[in-house]
């Protein structure tokens, strides 16, 4: 490798551990309570849905270990609902996606399809506690 090549090579790295540091500093300090710009808004809305999409994977699971602890008798239920899990995603996909193309002439799109998602993600892990511990 030559001197200068390197230097170029040694230059871009630098760049790039700006940018890094730029964007994990503007992420640090984007204070979510107090959001106001679009993309602030937008952001916090994704980082909620995030956390929500995490607390769904993980009912979903231990939804799944009861149906498993369960025996025999609850096979064809877990087979079944794993039918509607994947069902569940897909109009939950859909639907938003219509929700987004309602408001596509805005920039309210984002902030109306991720609350699209994350409503639907509440509502089924309701539906999942449910399916296991009926009241």
Known sequence: MTSRA?????????????????????????DCKNAMSTPDMNECAAIELKGVEAKLNEVYRQTLKTLDAEGKESVEAKQKLITAQRAWVKFREADCAAVYQRNAGGTIRTLMHIGCMQGHAETRMKALKEFVEPD
């Open 6 to 30: 390197f230097a170029s090579l040694c230059r871009a790295l630098l760049a790039a551990m700006v940018a890094f540091a730029a964007s994990a500093a503007s992420a640090a300090a984007l």
